[in-house]
């Protein structure tokens, strides 16, 4: 089908994606995480299990973190997502990637971006978690490599950067 056309079972849904305005063709009722992947070629944003169950599919819903793989289009409609994508970039990348690169935090990295966009949200409601904090915002992200204390160190070392250099939590393309 060609793309300027709509699919006869799908109404067009309007949204901000990574600060930019866009209309997303795909069903109404289809995942958000297959219109980022398919349709936006987004693909930092990643299917676990399908579920709501891992957390590798989350985005950032107007500041906060959700799941991609179970949020309906028709959910989303007006509304501001950001994905690891509109995080930061390879040349000024977000403080949480920053020092997850620092802290060696990631290995086979599939969970990150999820586990990236979870933080952030904390970081939105809370500048100054603490451990109990951090790993309460976690724990709907799986991590099967074993890196979750240097996961925790990378939040605190990011979150103590974005304190002292007076930061705006909100990430590229989020609502500041």
Known sequence: MPADQTPPDSTPVALRINGQSVVLRSPRDSALLYALRDELSLTGTHYGCGANQCGACHVLLDGKAVASCDTPLWAVAGKSIVTIEGLGSAGQPHPLQQ??????????GYCLSGILISAAALLEVNPDPDEAQIRAALQGNLCRCGAHNRMLRAVRLAAQRMREAGQQVAPQGGAA
């Open 99 to 108: 020092a997850f690169l620092e802290e060696q935090a990631g290995q086979c």
